[in-house]
Every structure is written in structure tokens, then in C-alpha cells.
């Protein structure tokens, strides 16, 4: 029995078909509805009138296939967004964290990179910064442009201030940034310890063996098959008692790894490693 699909499925599936053939960017795996409404948004953004006009102009123009992994790609991240994920690493991890000479943290789909700054200032208010290395990554080289940077948005500071102090902020917020025309450049100091590259979760192997991953936010665009494969590569990554960070709508739970680490922290999604 095969399952009828409508025309706007089939040409969705030859449009994801039709990037990874030509590009390497697999969103096969992708939760479609989601997928599907970034599409809609991104064939009115262009002025398409289906999917398959698309299809067309991302096989014939790499500039086009450039703004739709950026609009593909979810880059909605802010400095300490969720203050109580902060309290928690500071309250729960980062005494385990002392215990180490030296610790490797991993944030996966970092995005434009205000959460690992974010967690270097964390990690310097807990005096323990200088024993670190972290490592941001994401599959979209564009948004890593802008964190290698730290320049984002003077406006943005109001809110981002609300945030950190939230999240248990031990110091004035400014004493992290410089303003200048419109833009709060964050101090070189915080970057002393940071390499952001391009990693993709969906195609790419462990780089390394980290005390700490962090990937809050990205699994849920991704479907059970995918999530699985990513939770592969974060079990495989992590030594051991390593700690497993995710997003408020993700969780370890229903996946093939979930009896393979105890929870540190429910509420916030923080994990450790156990076996």
C-alpha cells in the first residue's frame, strides 16, 4: 500500500533531495512541519510561487542557496537566555567543573555565538575561565562570521542585562562591553579561550573529547531518526560524567541514550553521563 502524497510533499522532497545532491546539506532528517513553514516564508521572502521554482533557482544560483540555509538554519539565540539554565550550571557544574585541570566545553549550533560568550563570562566570575577552552561551532559559516566578531547590537544590551542578571550576574553587565556607534563590542578577554568553527551535526564526526556539550535549541527541528544520531554523537564525545546541556523543549528522555545518563538538573535539561 503506498501513501498518497499531495504536490506540495513531493516537492519538498525533491527540493531537500535536490540540495544535498548538489550541496552536501542534508535536511532529510528534518522535522518537515517546520521545515515546511521556513520554506513557505522563504519562497514569499524571494517572490516564488512554489517550491519547485525554487527547486530551480537553488540548483542555478549560489548566492540563492546561501540565504536559504540562512533562513533554514535557526540562528534565535540571545546572552543568557534562560537566566535558570545559568543558575544551574553555575550552582550544579561548575563545582565538578574545579575538580578538573583543565576543562573542554562543546557548544553545538552555536549560532551567532551570544551563549558561549555567555558562558566565558560565566566561567570567569567563577575564576575557573583560564582553565577552559571552548568550542562554538555551527554549520552555517555566515552567523560564525558575526561571533568571531562579539559585535552585536547596542539595543540588544537593555535586555541582555535583564538576562544576566537573571542568571545570577555577579558584576555590572557594561564592565563586559564597549559601545560604540550602535554596537556593544564585547572585550577581547572573553574570546582568549573560544574557537568558533564550522561543524555540522547532521554530517560531520566528533573532533574531540569534552567535559561539557552544550546544544540547547537545534534538536527539535530535527526528527526521532536524527535526534537519535546527534545523541549518538554527543554520547561518543563526552568523557566520562561528562555533562550533556539541552534546550527547555528538548530531553534526553525517549531516545537510544537515555539510560545512559542520570539528570543533574531536570528542570533545566542538564545531564551527566553514567555510563
Known amino acids: 500500500m503506498t501513501t498518497e502524497l499531495n504536490p506540495e510533499d513531493i516537492e519538498f522532497q525533491l527540493l531537500v533531495e535536490g540540495i544535498y545532491c548538489r550541496y552536501g546539506y542534508d535536511f532529510r532528517n528534518y522535522a518537515p512541519a517546520s521545515l515546511k513553514r521556513r520554506i513557505r516564508r522563504f519562497l514569499h521572502v524571494e517572490g516564488l510561487p512554489t517550491i519547485s521554482a525554487l527547486q530551480d533557482r537553488i540548483l542555478h544560483d549560489q548566492d540563492c542557496i546561501k540565504r536559504l540555509l540562512l533562513s533554514l538554519t535557526v540562528n534565535t539565540t540571545a546572552m543568557f537566555r534562560d537566566p535558570g539554565f545559568y543558575i544551574a550550571f553555575r550552582e550544579q557544574v561548575v563545582p565538578i567543573l574545579r575538580t578538573y585541570p583543565f576543562i573542554r566545553i562543546w557548544h553545538a549550533g ?8 555567555s558562558m566565558a563570562i560565566l566561567l570567569q566570575e567563577a575564576g575557573i575561565y ?67 568553527g564550522q561543524h555540522n551535526l547532521v554530517t560531520d564526526r566528533s573532533f574531540n573529547e569534552f567535559n561539557v556539550i552544550i546544544c540547547r535549541n537545534v534538536l527539535i527541528y530535527f526528527n526521532q531518526t536524527l535526534q537519535n544520531q546527534v545523541h549518538g554523537l554527543f554520547y561518543n564525545s563526552l568523557c566520562n560524567f561528562g555533562i550533556l546541556g539541552l534546550g527547555k523543549q528538548e530531553t ?24
Open 110 to 117: 552555536c549560532s551567532t555565538g551570544q551563549e558561549v560568550y
Open 130 to 196: 583560564h582553565r577552559c577552552r571552548i568550542y562554538g561551532t555551527d554549520a552555517n559559516e555566515q552567523v560564525l562570521q558575526t561571533a568571531r566578531t562579539g559585535i552585536y547590537p547596542y539595543k540588544q544590551m537593555q535586555e541582555y542585562t535583564r538576562l544576566y542578571l537573571k542568571a545570577g550576574g555577579q558584576r555590572s553587565f557594561s564592565e563586559y562591553y564597549t559601545a560604540n556607534h550602535g554596537s556593544a563590542i564585547f572585550h577581547p578577554s572573553l574570546r582568549e579561550h573560544i574557537v568558533f
Open 252 to 275: 534526553i528522555r525517549f531516545t537510544a541514550y537515555e539510560g545512559c545518563y542520570e539528570a543533574l538538573v531536570s528542570a533545566e535539561k542538564l545531564y551527566r553521563r553514567c555510563n
